[in-house]
């Protein structure tokens, strides 16, 4: 399927590569990654990486495109880190004549002529390099740089499952390409102070269920007077890794909608979320809930999953 994957790109001379809404590191570098890499094989071809990226490594790994539709309909799609239709930021993928799918969460929803899952990858960073890997595609630096931010992010530094040998082979060809990844890591880690004192909230305020799970809400009101917007919110879910099996940051956007966050230390949150419409890793996953009151639903089915390990 990999050599088919890289046979039917090189059909094309217009190319849009397409992630999901909310992009983070892994949809980011992964687009990014595999637009420098056709671009380093075949430098004809026109090749657009199209959404929002992620606004502060813009400079350091480039940036997204803009195309009309008139772009896209004649253009062989490829969509990235993405189990369903309905989480594309851009819908005018469905405009394509073809389409691949590249995507390494649990499937939900099969699409695509090419439909490459791969759930042993710990990103999709991963897989888009084992793709180039199985090709004989040597990454330069710049290709190398983007798809080792997709892999450092998504598996929090080779924290998560499933990282693993093939993890590390990866991460060791595209070290060939003679890349530097400290530039990288002073993104990551730089502190924001506001960010800081977000934080500090947090520690003050988490609260814990009545299973034993730690969580955070975020209501609209505290998200205006922290500052911050409701991603930010609930992206830093793991400021309160480890003090739970489970824990989770329900944020509140103007509109209503609310994002959840879930992170685990050996349960699988993933079918939790995939109850409430959403999905992800087994031990890091996330959904949407319409209103903010629906949280007591996610925490009861939290802790009768907590409950029922525990039983076992």
Known sequence: ????????????????????????????????????AILQE?????????????????????????????????????????????RI??????????????????PQEHFGCIDCVDTSCVSCSELVTSILYQNGIKPKEQTARALYLGMVTDSNRFLYAPTSSN?????????ESGFNPEPLYDILYAVDEKILKVKGFIYLNYARSMGGATYMVFDKKTIADL??????????????????PIWVFFAESEEGEVR???????????KIALQFGGGGHLQASGCRLSKLEQYHDVLKLIDETLEEKQNV
């Open 227 to 244: 500052n911050i917007d409701y991603n930010t919110a609930a992206s830093l879910v793991n400021s309160i890794s480890g003090t739970a």
């Open 167 to 175: 993890t590390f082979k990866m991460a060791s060809y595209l070290f």
């Open 42 to 86: 075949f430098p004809h071809k026109k090749v657009f990486a199209i959404g929002s990226g992620l606004k502060r490594f813009i400079p350091l790994i480039g940036a997204m495109d803009e195309v009309s539709d008139e772009t896209i309909v004649s253009s062989l799609a490829i969509v990235l880190d993405v189990s369903t239709k309905n």
């Open 260 to 270: 959840v966050e879930f992170r685990s230390k050996g349960y699988d949150v993933q």
């Open 1 to 36: 399927m990999k050599k088919e994957i890289w046979s039917l790109i090189g059909e094309y001379e217009v190319i849009t590569i397409f992630g999901h809404i909310v992009p983070d590191g892994d949809c980011y570098g992964s687009q990014i990654g595999l637009k420098n």
């Open 89 to 106: 930021e851009d819908q005018r993928f469905s405009m394509a004549k073809e389409l691949i799918k590249i995507d390494h969460h649990v």
